[in-house]
C-alpha cells in the first residue's frame, strides 16, 4: 500500500512559481505511474501531469505544457510538481496519485489529501 502526502501549495501572484511534493511511504512508487491532478471549485477533478516512475517518461495536459514540469526522486520517494508562469485559472487544490499512469482518474487507486494553490491576478 502507498500513502501519500502532499506539500508545496500556496498563495501565488500570476505569473509566479510553486513547487508542489508528494511524498509516498509504504510501498514505493517502482511499479506505478505517479500523477497529479487538479479540482477547481464547482469543476471535475482534471489531468495535470504523469510521470512514469521507472522510465521517467512525462505527459502533460495541453492547459500545462511548457509551463509545469514533473519529476521525481527516486533515493526520496518523492515526486514533484514545478509550476511557473502560474495563472489565476491554475488555481485548484492539486492532487497527487499513484496508479497504472495514463489521464483517466479511474487508473489511479491511491491518492494524497490535496493541497490548495491559488494564484490571484
Known amino acids: 500500500q502507498v500513502q501519500l502526502v502532499e506539500s508545496g501549495g500556496g498563495l501565488v501572484q500570476a505569473g509566479g512559481s510553486l513547487r508542489l511534493s508528494c511524498a509516498a511511504s509504504?510501498?514505493?512508487?517502482?511499479?506505478?505511474?505517479m500523477a497529479w491532478f487538479r479540482q477547481a471549485p464547482g469543476k471535475e477533478r482534471e489531468f495535470v501531469a504523469v510521470i512514469i516512475w521507472r522510465s521517467g517518461n512525462t505527459y502533460y495536459a495541453d492547459s500545462v505544457k511548457g509551463r509545469f514540469t514533473i519529476s521525481r526522486d527516486n533515493a526520496e520517494n518523492t515526486g514533484y510538481l514545478q509550476m511557473n508562469s502560474l495563472k489565476p485559472e491554475d488555481t485548484a487544490v492539486y492532487y497527487c496519485?499513484?496508479?497504472?499512469?495514463?489521464?483517466?482518474?479511474?487508473?489511479?487507486?491511491?491518492w494524497g489529501q490535496g493541497t490548495q494553490v491559488t494564484v490571484s491576478s
Open positions: 509504504g510501498r514505493t512508487f517502482s511499479s506505478y505511474g
Open positions: 496519485a499513484a496508479g497504472r499512469g495514463g489521464s483517466a482518474k479511474s487508473l489511479y487507486d491511491r
